[in-house]
């Protein structure tokens, strides 16, 4: 129920002071609602110079009327709506916010979270390691991620002191699982997960205390965990490999051989490749492809060469195997799906590995459409934004032109011929 009476409120809330009770509205929200400083508006009106005369007893007759809010406020008191600038505000709009209340508040929980953080270091075991302070200048600077609340940003924090102090403090020892070490940190297995805040801040901590750089990539951060002894996990994600006969003479190379000679393909983990001795003879073709089904139906045809499958997106178990087939001198031609995201693919591979494009010119694109709608198959819309290919300045135009995407598999009997020596 309004506290002003109704005559009154009807004149305070008239067009002549709306423009007083805005710019009012906001000065007392910026300046922790007091009633304190001067307000100015320009091109005042005339019903808004009589209405502000009214209201503040003076008579005002240029277009720039200043108005100080304490004797505002004063007038509003003493007048017949018997309340202070504030409660008027109030009463004829919205609850004011006291923003510099909460600016001060947004930055006493962020001081918060880095005394925790200080707190946290001083009365850990790290406490006086020369990296620490740097880690702690480092996070400091980069901040707190958008979207963690300090409550969240107090827990990661204190997280990553206790997992730095079991990997870095006096009484580290032996090697330890990653999914062991946050399931003990956070409750949660996937806790130092790639990607997660505090594998990020555990990981700075682990370059600075080794004087080591950050690395960029998912290999780095591998190495960088087993540097505390720390294994990833590194069975679960796999390459999809056809007919590699690397020369070693370990089981590991002769496991591959001997599925090589029968025709099998292979699931290689980021273990295998630890420890596979993976020198092919000099000038090797390794072709790869972006689709499973392209390696089943090699195997399926006793095809003679050797095929790394990207599954895909070319995950980093798939880049890893490629940089070593790579060092030990072996060529790549790629093959991928037409459309934009497996130009995209393309155009990482060929860029990376100097890679030869295999079956894909404008030309093989046009041919394959054409042979696809004579067969009957129903068209797959383009969709996406195009990709200039990196090797055919005319391939992106073209399937722009014809608007169908045409994935790995309607090429299959091709690709085939091509791998058993057929073509």
Partial sequence: MSKLPA???????????????????????????????????????????????????????GATVTVRLDALDTRLRASAAGLGLREVLEELGQPLTDRRAIRAGVAARREHVWSSLTSALDTSPLA????????????????????????????????????????????????????????????????????????????????????????????????????????????????????????????????????ADHHAESHLTSRDLHDLQLQLPAGTLIHICENPRVVEAAADAACIHALVCTSGSAATVVLTLLDALAATGCRFAYHGDFDWPGIALANRIIHRYGAQPWRMSAEDYERLAASSQAAGIPRLPLDGQPVSAAWDQHLAPTMTALGVALHEELTLDLLVDELSGRT
Wanted: proline letters at 4%.
């Fill in 7 to 61: 005559a009154t409120r009807d004149w305070l809330a008239g067009p002549g002071l709306t423009r007083l009770w805005e710019a009012a509205r906001k000065r007392l929200e910026s300046n922790g609602v007091q009633a304190t400083g001067s307000l100015r508006l320009i091109s005042v009106n005339a019903q808004e110079r009589n209405d502000l005369s009214l209201m503040l007893g003076k008579p005002f007759t």
């Fill in 128 to 259: 006086g390691q020369e990296w620490t302070g740097q880690w702690y200048d480092l996070l400091r600077r980069n901040g707190v991620p958008g979207g963690v609340t300090p409550e969240t940003a107090i827990r990661t924090l204190q997280q990553a002191v206790q997992v730095l102090t079991v990997l870095l403090g006096p009484e580290r020892d032996g090697t330890r699982g990653r999914g062991e070490l946050a399931a003990t940190a956070t409750g949660s297995a996937h806790g130092l997960d790639d990607g997660t805040w505090l594998a990020r801040l555990v990981q700075r901590g682990i370059a600075l205390a080794h004087s080591t750089e950050f690395p960029g990539d998912a290999a780095g951060r591998r190495a960088l965990w087993r540097l505390v002894s720390v294994t990833p996990d590194e069975v679960s994600s796999t390459v999809l490999t056809y007919g590699l006969r690397p020369v070693g003479g370990g089981w590991r190379e002769q496991v591959l051989r001997q599925r």
